[in-house]
């Protein structure tokens, strides 16, 4: 069987040393924190704008390992580091990553595909979430 992924051509990936999910309101855990956070991990010279970036199809390859017994909602996971990449939240956020925009917004005709699993550990220093970003023209 063929992998879902094979029309798509792997751009960029980047781990990062923590596993968090969207509407965590605390102050130093907000979402424009963490997709700053995100951005800043990606590396911001990841991808030079392109002609037409802003018009290919994209997709998301997601894996992430998150410590402790808490509840951990594996569909909020995706949620900010799609947004991460998005133009239109990048400029809400008024991100100094501006550079690292993929898709003008993050809807269905410009993220095709998100793909998310993830697995408990036993310690915190153990954490971390691997994101693989493809792309097709």
Not at 43 to 54: N, R, T, Y
Not at 89 to 111: C, R
């Amino acid at each position: 069987m063929a992998d879902v992924f094979d029309k798509y051509r792997k751009i960029h990936d980047f781990t990062f040393k923590r596993a968090f999910t969207y509407a965590d309101m605390r102050k130093g855990h907000t979402d424009k924190e963490k997709r700053e956070y995100i951005r800043e991990e990606a590396g911001i010279h990841f991808l030079k704008k392109a002609e037409g970036v802003l018009k290919w199809k994209w997709a998301f390859r997601i894996h992430f390992k998150k410590s402790g017994k808490r509840r951990f909602d594996v569909e909020n996971v995706p949620k900010l580091i799609v947004d991460a990449f998005c133009d239109n939240q990048i400029e809400k956020d008024k991100s100094k990553y501006g550079k690292v925009a993929l898709y003008k917004d993050d809807t269905v005709d410009h993220v095709e595909l998100i793909q998310v699993s993830g697995e408990r550990v036993k310690v915190k220093d153990e954490e971390e979430t691997r994101v693989e970003i493809f792309r097709r023209q």
